[in-house]
């Protein structure tokens, strides 16, 4: 377990704002079933409360109940994760596929072979994917609304690419142990291309950038790495390969 700051999910207003949602009384209506002590869940309620978007908070996840309480609820936006998707396009074809006013979802973990499948069968406009954990120090997101930017984790632009360029890190990495490769003469680490990819690091200006978790100092000091390019360097492991 791990804080979860409020100011993190308060970070993705400008999000929510760059996909075209619309707050106060009449805009936007954003369906939740996801637990709400989860991240996802939790974050989506948060920005709801922060923005005035209106948050309709179902019981629980459910296939067969899934589309009744969105038409029932009038809800213009749905929340999910990964696998949440790939089950409701398991689910048999109906008459009613598109008989919402869904236009957007925002979640992580879409799969690419789910991506397209959803949004042509239930006619979704905007796919808000996010690249997160819940005690990560790390955030890509990709407010994709065509095939350009589809099955991305991170599409954020050129800019924000080099904005981010010694920040979020790709280094060489064993692919068996996980562990970092070091160079034997100088310890240090070998930095990769994005376009190659491999684990991502995360520039910390100092150890208090990471809340850490709770009660558990030794669990903190795991994800720290120190000496990656230089001697002093701190550096977060997010233990996801990306590129």
Excluded at 24 to 46: Q, S
Aim: charged share 25%; glycine share 12%; hydrophobic share 35%.
């Amino acid at each position: 377990a791990c804080p979860f700051e409020t100011q993190r999910a308060a970070g993705l207003t400008g999000r929510v704002g760059a996909m075209g949602l619309k707050t106060g009384p009449n805009g936007d209506r954003w369906y939740v079933c996801m637990p709400l002590y989860h991240g996802t869940g939790g974050t989506t309620a948060l920005v709801c409360m922060v923005t005035g978007i209106t948050c309709c908070i179902g019981t629980k996840f459910s296939t067969s109940r899934f589309w009744t309480d969105v038409r029932d609820s009038n809800s213009t936006g749905i929340v999910y994760v990964g696998e949440t998707a790939r089950y409701l396009i398991n689910t048999p074809l109906s008459a009613l596929d598109r008989k919402h006013k869904v236009r957007f979802m925002f979640g992580n973990g879409l799969r690419p072979d789910v991506w397209h499948r959803f949004v042509d069968r239930f006619g979704i406009e905007i796919v808000g994917e996010f690249f997160n954990s819940t005690e990560g120090v790390m955030a890509l997101f990709n407010g994709s609304r065509g095939p350009f930017t589809a099955t991305s984790v991170g599409h954020q632009g050129a800019i924000e690419r080099w904005r981010t360029r010694n920040t979020y890190v790709p280094v060489e990495c064993d692919m068996v142990t996980g562990e970092l490769v070091r160079d034997p003469k100088t310890g240090f680490c070998r930095r990769k291309s994005y376009e190659e990819g491999s684990e991502i690091l995360v520039a910390m200006p100092h150890e208090s950038a990471f809340v850490g978790y709770w009660n558990n100092p030794e669990a903190t000091e795991k994800r720290f790495e120190r000496n990656v390019f230089k001697k002093g360097d701190l550096w977060y492991h997010t233990g996801d390969m990306v590129r």
